[in-house]
T-cell receptor, first 114, second 110 residues
Framework: KAGVTQTPRYLIKTRGQQVTLSCSPISGHRSVSWYQQTPGQGLQFLFEYFSETQRNKGNFPGRFSGRQFSNSRSEMNVSTLELGDSALYLC?????????????FGPGTRLTVL | SQQGEEDPQALSIQEGENATMNCSYKTSINNLQWYRQNSGRGLVHLILIRSNEREKHSGRLRVTLDTSKKSSSLLITASRAADTASYFCATDPRVFRLVFGQGTRLTINP
């Protein structure tokens, strides 16, 4: 099976712009989670989707949003970018429908905000 | 805030030695997982231990869990250069999300 893929791998944006990141989960996985990783805050949970429904959301401002499509692919959007949004954004998929189980991570998208 | 705290933050050992990393967490959990991350790349799942388990093995990895102390340890035996990475514990204090610790940066010296 192909692993979790994320596009693009690298992105450079300027403050005030918006960005959309994409994640394709492992075939058959219906749960997709997003995490932000920074040197200062570490790995922080953004949101989780299952069958197009957001089941949980982390403590991030409304500028961060996401969605999941019927084929389980997911996108996250960050509007009005700030310098502090520079981070590695990781997507993970899981086959579990209930409680959290093993997560399979993609390689991440490195976002730099100038 | 982080649920898990890894200790030590950094660890440097010689190839062939054993490496032990510890994780403490704050609230009750359903399971605890350990992940490895190589230099700014995606995380790789290593092992999952359920709250009713005390010890689990996988190859050169041994994980223990003490729910009374809210702590876990990861032991890597006979370390190799390829084990150089950051190691994170992750807990699930709430359903449908994982909370990660800050990680232990492990360096294996040849």
């Amino acid at each position: 099976k192909a692993g979790v893929t994320q596009t693009p791998r690298y992105l450079i944006k300027t403050r005030g712009q918006q960005v959309t990141l994409s994640c394709s989960p492992i075939s058959g996985h219906r749960s997709v989670s997003w995490y932000q990783q920074t040197p200062g805050q570490g790995l922080q949970f953004l949101f989780e989707y299952f069958s197009e429904t957001q089941r949980n959301k982390g403590n991030f401002p409304g500028r961060f949003s996401g969605r999941q499509f019927s084929n389980s692919r997911s996108e996250m959007n960050v509007s009005t970018l700030e310098l502090g949004d520079s981070a590695l954004y990781l997507c993970a998929s899981s086959s579990a429908s209930g409680r959290v189980a093993e997560q399979f991570f993609g390689p991440g998208t490195r976002l730099t905000v100038l | 805030s982080q649920q898990g705290e890894e200790d030590p933050q950094a660890l440097s050992i010689q190839e062939g030695e054993n490496a032990t990393m510890n994780c403490s967490y704050k609230t009750s959990i359903n399971n605890l997982q350990w992940y490895r991350q190589n230099s700014g790349r995606g995380l790789v799942h290593l092992i999952l231990i359920r709250s009713n388990e005390r010890e689990k093995h996988s190859g050169r990895l041994r994980v223990t869990l003490d729910t009374s102390k809210k702590s876990s340890s990861l032991l890597i035996t006979a370390s190799r250069a390829a084990d150089t990475a950051s190691y994170f514990c992750a807990t699930d204090p709430r359903v449908f999300r994982l909370v990660f610790g800050q990680g232990t940066r492990l360096t294996i010296n040849p």
